[in-house]
């Protein structure tokens, strides 16, 4: 039997720092409504959706700082979004910043959840690959202070929903080949992915003018490596002052861009994956227990930097 999920990419424009939680809430909800009508079973929304991208700022307040997380999910403003979810019968991805309590501490979180048609939790994911950096860096335009205000997850693990095996990631890991493949190995099918991409990179600003087509590259060779459908989901557009790209993209397991979004603001577009064509290179090209070799593969685990020259020092990040 043919098992097709409907996924609605969920795109996200700028989120103002001003821009109340309620508001936003309101703008997903009016996109999980149009996602509904469109057909979708899941819709899946950005990295950090309910604010603005706040790591761009040094923020030594922690009253501040902390205004940016949330302490519960459901919260009393996002609840709103588990009802219509419920009631539309359609699930949803949602990045956003955690603080958990874990033994008596408060620890912060880049996170993302999985929610089912029913309303359900069915997993949350903790981003891993936590890029920037964690010092106040006055030469930058902008920080990207995400090493200071997350802490990095442990795992990457795959949920049974909306009838196949779904994964989760966040932003910066879309770009790590590892991140797929862990998922991949445990039989995912499907990955959502959220992000918050400034066009400007300031480490590496000659890059600048490849954002877009490094974003879809990742995810390209993601999915087509790993026989996966991969839905990666931006919060774009010019926010407070800081342009972002957008260019959400559903692609197929044949590595090909089947959906996308075309604005840089709020825009649903819908994506038909038939889950089945994952099998189509998980038995074939990338039939895993057939070609790989893991005995081969020691350095990925042992080593966490690269072998550098003589000559040669730390890479600066
Ligand atoms: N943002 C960026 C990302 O990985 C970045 C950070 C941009 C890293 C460009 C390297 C190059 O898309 C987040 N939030 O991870």
């Keep these: 039997m043919t098992r097709i999920v409907n996924i609605a990419l969920g795109q996200l424009g700028p989120v103002q720092k001003n821009d109340s939680r309620a508001s936003v809430v309101h703008r997903l909800c009016a996109m999980m409504r149009e996602a509904k009508s469109l057909g979708a079973d899941v819709i899946v929304y950005p ?22 997380y949330e302490r519960e999910m459901p919260s009393r403003e996002t609840l709103p979004l588990f009802e219509l979810a419920r009631e539309l019968g359609i699930g949803f991805y949602l990045g956003y910043a955690e603080l958990a309590e874990e033994a008596g501490a408060l620890i912060q979180y880049n996170t993302a959840m999985l929610v089912d048609k029913t309303g359900a939790i069915v997993g949350k994911y903790r981003k891993i690959h936590v890029p920037g950096h964690f010092e106040h860096e006055p030469w930058r335009k902008f920080q990207h202070l ?34 797929y493949r862990v998922m991949a190995l445990q039989g995912a099918e499907m990955i959502f992915i959220g992000y918050n991409t400034p066009v400007h990179n300031a480490p590496a600003p000659q890059h600048d003018d490849l954002s877009l087509f490094h974003n879809q590259l990742a995810v390209q060779a993601g999915a087509y490596q790993n026989g996966c459908w991969v839905a990666s989901v931006a919060k774009g557009g010019l926010e407070e002052g800081v342009q972002s790209i957008a260019g959400s993209l559903l692609v197929a397991p044949s590595g090909e861009v089947v959906a996308r979004c075309i604005t840089q603001g709020d825009e649903v577009v819908l994506g038909r994956a038939d889950l089945d064509f994952c099998a189509v290179y998980k038995r074939t090209t990338f039939n895993f227990d057939l070609h790989r070799h893991p005995e081969c593969y020691g350095l990925i685990v042992q080593k966490k930097g690269e072998t550098r020259a003589a000559d040669g020092g730390p890479w600066v990040g």
């Design 146 to 179: 995400e090493k200071r205000y997350f802490t990095p997850g442990k795992s990457f693990d795959v949920h049974q929903a909306f009838g196949g095996t779904v994964g989760m990631a966040l932003c910066n890991d879309r770009r790590w080949a590892e991140s």
């Design 47 to 68: 990295e950090l959706a309910l604010t603005t991208f706040f790591p761009r700022w040094y923020i030594e307040d922690m009253a501040e700082l902390h205004s940016y």
